[in-house]
């Protein structure tokens, strides 16, 4: 098990809640008064040598506000507070706003405004924080409480059902792991940590 690095979690919690105030001033400033829907996923992030990290995403959902006058209202109050803004196109030739905001080096936040349908939508990310410097392997499948009836822990990888070689990452000294493939999972069980038990000897 490795340590969290030191100050990393509250560093993520900030960055949570400065993502959370920014981008709720926009959805003020262009619908004074109304209550936006909000999205919000945090996902797991991993680098191939195993540094593991979080990144938040959020998303305000504004319905029935009109993208050509809310736009140039985001993109100034984005502005206010220290982003910087730029006009982009979807591929499907649809405009919309984009902005970053620097986080320390080479880190950035990241938000949009655009129109989904007659829906306004202004989301963001927060950058990667990195919270422990190396993998940990995630917890057991199985334990000997835990089998089912007529099974035993996986002879493989002995519960855990990741991977024994590279513990479940996918990468064994920055390259793909040799056994899994990326599978991350124990090949024998297939994540489950446990095998049928073989039956008595006739």
């Known amino acids: 098990m490795s340590e969290e690095i030191e100050g990393a979690a509250e560093g993520f ?6 993502l959370r105030a920014e981008l709720r001033a926009v959805a003020d400033a262009v619908a004074p008064g109304r209550e936006p829907r909000s999205e919000e996923r945090t996902d797991d992030r991993y680098d191939v040598s195993g540094m ?3 990144r938040f995403a959020m998303s305000l959902l504004l319905p029935e506000v009109p993208y050509e006058t809310a736009a140039p209202v985001a993109a100034e109050t984005l502005r206010a507070a220290g982003w910087r803004t730029e006009p982009g196109e979807s591929f499907g030739g649809h405009p919309f706003v984009k902005a970053t905001r620097p986080a320390g080096e080479r880190a950035l936040f990241e938000a949009s405004v655009r129109a989904t349908g007659t829906t ?6 927060t950058p990667v924080v990195w919270i422990h410097a190396r993998w940990i392997r995630p917890p057991r499948a199985a334990t000997p409480e835990t089998l089912r009836p007529g099974h035993r822990l996986c002879g493989m990888c002995e519960g855990w059902g990741s991977c024994r070689t590279c513990e479940g990452l996918g990468f064994l000294d920055s390259r793909q792991c040799p056994e899994c493939g990326l ?3 124990c090949p024998d069980c297939r994540g489950t ?3 049928p038990a073989p039956g008595p000897a006739s």
């Open 183 to 185: 599978g991350m999972d």
């Open 52 to 54: 593991m990290g979080k």
């Open 120 to 125: 306004l939508r202004i989301s963001g990310m």
């Open 13 to 18: 919690a900030r960055a949570v809640e400065r």
């Open 193 to 195: 940590g446990q095998e």
